[in-house]
């Protein structure tokens, strides 16, 4: 028979340590690097009135483009026109308008163009002022769950309701060529004030609805408010008629309304008529103290706005 060996653990060899190894070994034994804290972000509401904070704004500007983006998209889902409804609801306005102010009302004797295209280079303005009114007027209510989870400037919000309409306004300016086709209308250089037209409607849209979206936060009813505001409005800007209709010594008064600028402009950018460079020039002026108004008032109440809504 064999002999059976029992061989225990102790008896048997050990292995030298290797440099490399007893290396290896220091190293895991040496204290690691201590990991960097990721720095500490305070924020705290500004002191006292403040305009807007640029350098934060840009800081924001993807959430802003995505915003906006979301409302074009949000605004024609499950739609069966699309964006074509940015061409039937200034178009069946235009009808509307010329039935019964131009034929019944008899203000197509006011002007030297065919009344259609005039009352739609009046609408195209106006149509994104008021929806733009309308929509920025409501944003913070529409996005308050927003509000209360995460912080960004709340302006942000207003912001995109606004320039999400501008999608409508470029629809609405290229009817506003094909209309000018059809009436034969030939453009003139006066189409170079169009751009300055354009950023004076955004910012007096952008100054009337974040007053508006600020005061629906504290105040529920300015919900209902805003529709009736926006359709006196259009009523008091020469959307339907044209400027001369307003007596001479009382036309820089009524350019207090920064939309009669801005719609005679843009009229007369498009139509080739002259300017009234005084009537410009004050609706002009009253557009900026409404943006600046606005952004003031905006920012000096938007730390409530959490709190509040």
Not at 66 to 89: E, H, M, N, P, S
Not at 173 to 186: E, P, Q, R
Not at 197 to 207: D, Q, R, S
Not at 267 to 277: K, T
Request: proline share 7%; net charge neutral.
């Amino acid at each position: 028979m064999h002999e059976q060996k029992n061989f225990d653990v102790a008896d048997q060899p050990v292995e030298p340590l290797v440099a490399e190894d007893a290396d290896a070994a220091a190293k895991d034994k040496s204290p690691q690097p201590a990991v960097a804290e990721p720095p500490l972000l305070v924020i705290e509401p500004t002191p006292g009135w403040r305009l807007v904070n640029l350098r934060e704004f840009w800081r924001y500007r993807e959430l802003l483009f995505f915003l906006t983006w979301r409302d074009v998209k949000v605004r024609y889902k499950q739609t069966v026109l699309g964006v074509l409804w940015a061409v039937i609801q200034p178009v069946m306005a235009m009808v509307v308008f010329t039935i019964f102010f131009g034929k019944l009302g008899k203000l197509d004797q006011f002007t030297t163009e065919a009344y259609p295209i005039f009352v739609f280079a009046g609408l195209v303005p106006w149509n994104f002022f008021g929806q733009a009114v309308s929509h920025s007027g409501q944003s913070l209510i529409a996005e308050s769950n927003l509000l209360t989870k995460v912080y960004f400037p709340r302006l942000i919000i207003p912001c995109a309701s606004v320039g999400s309409l501008l999608v409508d306004f470029a629809v609405s300016f290229v009817v506003m060529f094909g209309l000018m086709i059809w009436y034969d209308v030939t453009p003139t250089l006066n189409l170079l004030m169009v751009p300055a037209l354009v950023f004076a409607a955004i910012f007096t849209a952008l100054g009337v609805g974040t007053i508006l979206s600020a005061l629906a936060v504290a105040y529920r009813d300015f919900r209902y408010v805003i529709p009736f505001m926006v359709q006196i409005w259009m009523f008091a800007s020469p959307v339907a008629y044209p400027l001369k209709v307003v007596p001479e010594q009382w036309q820089l008064i009524y350019a207090l309304n920064p939309m009669v600028g801005v719609i005679s402009g843009f009229r007369s950018a498009m139509l080739g008529e002259p300017f009234r460079w005084a009537v410009l020039g004050v609706s002009f002026t009253v557009a900026a103290l409404v943006f600046l108004i606005g952004a003031f008032y905006f920012r000096r109440i938007e730390r409530r706005f959490a709190d509040i809504v």
